[in-house]
């Protein structure tokens, strides 16, 4: 009997009806010249790429009460077309439309009773092209494995032909459902081990707060000088906590989607210029379009924002299914106005939030909710926060991941990828999520929101490209000043 592990049993306890714990994306597809495109057709290109692997075919069997983890058991007569789905946007077709219409359609659960995955092909769009939606449980997998899952689904030419499919690593092997007696002695044993490992994370707790407050740090904080511009910041160090704004609070079961779209290559060449990651220059990129957003309201809190920032613990040749991840908080420096002291700024906490991962100093969240609680316990935890989500501390603001894809064209059933938004969750306190995927030498931003809380996230998405032009231009502004960087 195969149980979930216990990172991947974490959401599904963590999910509620207006915190639903599934991931997807959107696939703009071209369909080519000669080649036949339609709904039947990409009914039996599914079954043949999907329908050989068992994992998609597994439904949960859950333990009474949430006193262990679910197991996987094998869902007899399956068939993929049964979660494939067909509907046409209304005219006139808008961006903002199609991100309305799916959000509407992610934001509805996944329906536990089956397997925990389904897709959605949108017509309606001009120019006879459509768009692909998919959603999967986050427990099926998480952002770097549905990464690799693509590859079972996008090919390198319209017309390629897979006589044996590629293969998918996955050591997790479903069974038959099983016997309550089994259930109960296995709940039993995991049950016994719940102290020691309670313990365990009391202790990286400590030493994480030990960590953050330790006198020597403290008196660093009090006679290092700091930038002009980051006075306006004295709790951004001293607090391991998020400042609120209008997008924290309770969130509701309703989504919207908002995306935008910047060149990879440019993003490079400021990584290269001033030494730092892709990924310092994402956070940089949205953390300039947050500050314009909110200071164009007003709401701009002087403390610097903090971003959850997801990252793999999986090694780098594991392509396996299933969730090898922890969250990484990191000062988003949206207090600090200039773009590269921003992104310097970033890049130094990025640094040290990695540095304290690696030696234990965070406390890993994921982990303690995963392996420290029992599942009913979590979702009851996970229920109350959401209910008081407007008053509960911030552990951050929102989250902002980086998933890559392939660098040069796809194609799914004979149809040309054109452009691929990431679609993520929402976390009590928390609605607003920001995933980035890099695909064909653009990074695409999905951002997915509770309207209520993010009435405009079509004008932050918007400020994506703006953010990036502001810190080109203030690159270029320094290369003509000082040419040799020296």
Not at 102 to 123: A, K, N, Y
Not at 230 to 254: D, W
Not at 378 to 396: F, N, Y
Not at 455 to 477: T, Y
Request: glycine share 6%.
């Amino acid at each position: 009997m195969q149980q979930l592990t216990p990172q991947d049993a974490v959401f599904l306890s963590m999910e509620t009806p207006e915190l639903p714990a599934h991931i997807g994306g959107l696939a703009f597809l071209n369909p080519t010249d000669g080649l036949d495109f339609s709904y039947d057709s990409f009914v039996e290109f599914i079954r043949d790429r999907l329908g050989p692997y068992d994992r998609f075919s597994w439904q949960l069997q859950e333990v009474p009460f949430g006193l262990d983890r679910p197991y996987w058991v094998r869902r007899e007569g399956f068939d993929p077309a049964d979660h494939l789905h067909q509907i046409a946007i209304p005219a006139p077709y808008s961006p903002e439309a199609l991100g309305k219409l799916v959000g509407r359609i992610f934001e509805r659960p996944l329906d536990r009773s089956r397997p925990l995955w389904e897709m959605t092909l949108i017509e309606g769009l001009p120019g006879g092209r459509y768009v692909l939606l998919w959603k999967m449980h986050h427990c099926m997998m998480d952002g770097a494995s549905g990464a690799n899952l693509s590859e079972q689904l996008f090919d390198l030419t319209p017309d390629a032909v897979r006589p044996v499919p590629a293969e998918i690593e996955d050591t997790a092997r479903a069974g038959n459902p099983v016997d309550n007696r089994a259930i109960f002695e296995r709940a039993l044993r995991n049950a016994a081990e719940l102290p020691r490992k309670q313990y365990k994370y009391i202790g990286d707790a400590l030493k994480s707060v030990f960590s953050a407050w330790r006198p020597d740090r403290a008196d660093a904080d009090r006679t290092e000088p700091r930038p002009d511009n980051a006075e306006a910041s004295p709790t951004a160090e001293a607090s391991a906590l998020a400042p609120r704004t209008p997008f924290n609070g309770i969130v509701g079961m309703h989504r919207g989607l908002a995306w935008s779209t910047v060149s990879l290559d440019e993003v490079k060449r400021i990584k290269n210029t001033l030494g730092t990651t892709v990924n310092d220059v994402i956070l940089a990129i949205t953390s300039g379009a947050m500050r314009d957003y909110l200071a164009a309201r007003n709401e701009l809190p002087e403390a610097s924002l903090v971003a959850s920032v997801p990252c793999s613990t999986r090694n780098a040749n594991d392509t396996s299914l299933g969730n090898q991840v922890r969250e990484m908080p990191v000062q988003w420096a949206t207090h600090i106005e200039d773009p590269i002291e921003r992104l310097l700024e970033i890049h130094e906490k990025a640094t040290e939030a990695k540095q304290k991962a690696k030696d234990g100093e965070s406390f890993d969240l994921i982990g303690m909710m995963s392996e420290a609680l029992l599942p009913g316990a979590l979702g009851l935890l996970m229920r109350a926060a959401a209910a008081a989500g407007d008053r509960i501390p911030l552990p951050a603001n929102a989250v902002v991941s980086n998933v890559p894809m392939a660098p040069f064209p796809l194609y799914c059933a004979s149809a040309h990828i054109e452009q691929v938004v990431p679609i993520s969750l929402l976390a009590p306190t928390q609605g607003l999520n920001i995933t980035v995927l890099s695909y064909c030498g653009e990074l695409h931003f999905g951002i997915i929101h509770d309207p209520a809380l993010v009435p405009d996230a079509w004008e932050l998405a918007g400020r994506i490209p703006k953010s990036l032009q502001q810190l080109q231009q203030a690159v270029d502004r320094q290369l003509e000043r000082d040419p040799d960087g020296s």
